[in-house]
């Protein structure tokens, strides 16, 4: 998607901290974080957010979930940690494709909503 900030950096045409990369997902570090980590998930193909996830693209979120616990072990992250997707705008989604934060590195405050 030409307009997507998510598949610019997919594309190399905007530069992140990478921690990990395969052919169907990318990991970097975020730009404002809110934890001693946090790290976004992503899959390179362009999916806008949950809602849009279906028969033909699952494969990239499935491999997302495989990930997850990869990257985790990578950043010591032994003790634990939250994975966030926000949703639209009640989720609050402020890049609109799929993303899902991994927080950690603290305990977390204990609310959610
Ligand atoms: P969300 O609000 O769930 O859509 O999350 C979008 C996230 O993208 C926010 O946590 C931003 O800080 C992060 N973000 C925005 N631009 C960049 C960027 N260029 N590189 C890394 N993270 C970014």
Redo the contacts with the bound molecule.
């Keep these: 998607m030409q307009d997507c900030?998510f598949c610019k950096?997919v594309a190399g045409s905007?530069p992140?901290t990478k921690v990990y990369e395969d052919d169907m997902v990318l990991a970097?570090?975020?730009?404002?974080p809110?934890a001693p980590t946090?790290i976004?998930v992503i899959p390179k193909i362009h999916i806008e957010s949950m809602t849009d996830v279906n028969e033909k693209n699952v494969g990239a979120v499935e491999q997302i979930m495989r990930v997850i616990p990869v990257i985790a072990k990578e950043q010591n992250l032994d003790n634990g940690f939250r994975v966030?997707?926000?949703v639209g705008e009640d989720g609050?989604?402020?890049?609109k494709h799929l993303?899902f934060?991994i927080l950690g590195g603290k305990q977390l405050s204990g609310t959610m909503g």
């Design positions: 900030l950096i905007i992140s970097f570090r975020d730009i404002s809110q946090h976004l966030v997707t926000n609050r989604q402020s890049v993303h934060h």
